[in-house]
T-cell receptor, first 112, second 112 residues
Framework: QQQVKQSPQSLIVQKGGISIINCAYE??????FPWYQQFPGKGPALLIA?????SEKKEGRFTISFNKSAKQFSLHIMDSQPGDSATYFC???????????FGRGTSLIVHP | GAGVSQSPSNKVTEKGKDVELRCDPI?????LYWYRQSLGQGLEFLIY????????KSGLPSDRFSAERTGGSVSTLTIQRTQQEDSAVYLC??????????FGAGTRLSVL
């Protein structure tokens, strides 16, 4: 049973465009929603995270939008750059548990 | 060390052989996780160590998989009688009692 569904599986964007990756979750007990970025041959690294008490969090070109009622959250990458080409994972975890559930990942390619 | 260190970076083995994968977490991190990453399958949780508590082994796929953590630091993941379906990247992460995980670069295991 996949508790965090991520889409799309792959995404191709032109340089300067907006990349949008979506995730949906089922467990309403989740209270921490991080996004990880993984480059080839490297481990995932935390990119940005949000808690359900806010609807949006922005860090530079990266923004998380969170819709608690719909149980969905998304990552927006503004002014996408070729250096953003990587695999992105959303995740969710619940208070008291430090074991997150990961989405299946989105392979992003930004063409120059 | 500055980050989570995993060794070897690549391991090729024959079906039926045992393998050991090593993880050196970030100094001071009390939590340690093992994940398996298969192509297109995201991150599959395997096992979680937290301090001196009993490990959470709920993600181990079979009794051929085991892990230990010595002295609250270094961890070894052992796969006995390897099968071809065990081929994947095995990732280790550590954390300082928070929901932010720091990943190593992984060990790519190929079972021939």
């Amino acid at each position: 049973q996949q508790q965090v569904k991520q889409s799309p599986q792959s995404l191709i964007v032109q340089k300067g465009g907006i990349s949008i990756i979506n995730c949906a979750y089922e467990n309403t007990a989740f209270d921490y929603f991080p996004w990880y970025q993984q480059f080839p041959g490297k481990g995932p690294a935390l990119l940005i995270a949000i808690r359900p008490d806010v609807s949006e969090k922005k860090e530079g070109r990266f923004t998380i939008s969170f819709n608690k009622s719909a149980k969905q959250f998304s990552l927006h990458i503004m002014d996408s750059q070729p250096g953003d080409s990587a695999t992105y994972f959303c995740a969710a975890s619940k208070g008291g548990s430090y074991i997150p559930t990961f989405g299946r990942g989105t392979s992003l390619i930004v063409h120059p | 060390g500055a980050g989570v260190s995993q060794s070897p970076s690549n391991k090729v083995t024959e079906k039926g052989k045992d393998v050991e994968l090593r993880c050196d977490p970030i100094s001071g991190h009390t939590a340690l996780y093992w994940y398996r990453q298969s192509l297109g399958q995201g991150l599959e949780f395997l096992i979680y160590f937290q301090g001196n508590s009993a490990p959470d082994k709920s993600g181990l796929p079979s009794d051929r998989f085991s892990a230990e953590r010595t002295g609250g630091s270094v961890s070894t993941l052992t796969i006995q009688r390897t099968q071809q379906e065990d081929s994947a990247v095995y990732l280790c992460a550590s954390s300082r009692m928070s929901q932010i995980q720091y990943f190593g670069a992984g060990t790519r295991l190929s079972v021939l």
